[in-house]
Each structure stands twice: as C-alpha cells, then as structure tokens.
T-cell receptor, first 112, second 113 residues
Framework: QKEVEQDPGPLSVPEGAIVSLNCTYS??????FMWYRQYSRKGPELLMY????GNKEDGRFTAQVDKSSKYISLFIRDSQPSDSATYLC????????????FGKGTLLTVNP | DSGVTQTPKHLITATGQRVTLRCSPR?????VYWYQQSLDQGLQFLIQ???????AKGNILERFSAQQFPDLHSELNLSSLELGDSALYFC????????????FGSGTQLSVL
C-alpha cells in the first residue's frame, strides 16, 4: 500500500461548481498536510497548509483533515477556469527528519 | 514567480551522458530540495541540503549526486544517463530544514534519447 493515495482523475466540472479533491494515507505519524497546485509546465505552488486535524479556509478554498480516518480533502467553491490545474496533496510527520510525501496529483479542468 | 530559479529549462541528451542542473533558491532560504517528477511515479524526493550540508536523502540513485555551494545555489549532477531518467526535475527551497512550506522552481525537463 502506498503511503499516500490520490485519485488521478481527470476531473472535469462546469464553471461555478464545487470541487472536492481527496487523499488517503497510511502513515499515522503524518501531522502536516498541504495542498499544492501545479499548472502545466510549471512548478507546484503551495495552496493550503494545515497542522493536525480540522478545517482551514482561505477564500474559495477549504482544506479538511480527518486524522482518525487518515483522509484529507480540498474543496474549491465557485470554481473558475483559472483553477484548471493538477492538485497535489502532500504530508509530513515534521520534526527533524524531513520527508514530504506527495500524492500523484489530480488533474482538474473547469469548463467555462 | 516563486523566486526559485532553475536552469536550463530543457535539456536533451543521449544515454550514457552526464548533465548538470542548476538551482538558485529564494533570497534568504537556506534549504534546497531536489525532486523528480514522472507520470508514473509522481513527485519523488531526491535529496535535501541545508546551508551547504546534506540534510536528508530520498530515492536518489547512486548515479546522481548534488551539492550546495557557499552562495547557497545547488547543482544536481546526473551521470550515465538512461532512458528512464527522462523526467521533470524540480528544485525547491525553504527557510529552514524542517519547514514544509516549499517554494518550487519551474523545473528542468530532461529528455534522454
């Protein structure tokens, strides 16, 4: 079983839809959870950063972490064509042993 | 713009050759990371340097090596290249070695023919 599993999609939605992206993980030591957005031919950029369980909201984006289920989600409200990108979840256990483990990414297309 | 600069953007070479990828971190960042991204494996962590010293190693092949120089720029050397080494190579930087908030460069697309 991979440490981090992410549905690769592709996911295609109409403009204005609510998008739900998810990752599951197996390592219970993970404490830091991130979502990166990667546009075509660009490097990933940090979108959301969460520590431990709970929700975090930033504009149209909401990140949720459920450590008991080892499940994280990213919700995008009122999706826009400019949200079309690959979304990668990432997580780490923190501390002195750095290791950031990424999911393979979900390709999202928002159609105008 | 993340502030992380990678050169070259594209590299085409032949099997058996050696190439060097270069990265300049964001101003003030001491930690540099190298990642390899391929369609089947996703983003794979290769190696991390902090202030000139190797900090952590991931899935880096013995044919690959890296270093971070006193001016904090980093180079990733890939030798005895194989077809399977074709991938996007990203450099990222962060302020501290345990900071998970990474800033990525635009990557170097390596094609081994």
């Amino acid at each position: 079983q991979k440490e981090v599993e992410q549905d690769p999609g592709p996911l295609s939605v109409p403009e204005g839809a609510i998008v739900s992206l998810n990752c599951t993980y197996s390592n219970s030591a993970f404490q830091y959870f991130m979502w990166y957005r990667q546009y075509s031919r660009k490097g990933p950029e940090l979108l959301m950063y969460t520590y431990s369980s709970g929700n975090k909201e930033d504009g149209r984006f909401t990140a949720q972490v459920d450590k008991s289920s080892k499940y994280i989600s990213l919700f995008i409200r009122d999706s826009q064509p400019s949200d079309s990108a690959t979304y990668l979840c990432a997580m780490s256990s923190g501390g002195s042993n750095y290791k950031l483990t990424f999911g393979k990414g979900t390709l999202l297309t928002v159609n105008p | 713009d993340s502030g992380v600069t990678q050169t070259p953007k594209h590299l085409i070479t032949a099997t058996g050759q050696r190439v060097t990828l270069r990265c300049s971190p964001r101003s003030g960042d001491l930690s540099v990371y190298w990642y390899q991204q391929s369609l089947d494996q996703g983003l794979q962590f290769l190696i991390q340097y902090y202030n000139g010293e190797e900090r952590a190693k991931g899935n880096i092949l013995e044919r690959f090596s890296a270093q971070q120089f006193p001016d904090l720029h980093s180079e990733l050397n890939l030798s005895s290249l194989e077809l399977g080494d074709s991938a996007l190579y990203f450099c990222a930087s962060s302020i501290s070695p345990t900071n998970e908030k990474l800033f990525f460069g635009s990557g170097t697309q390596l094609s081994v023919l």
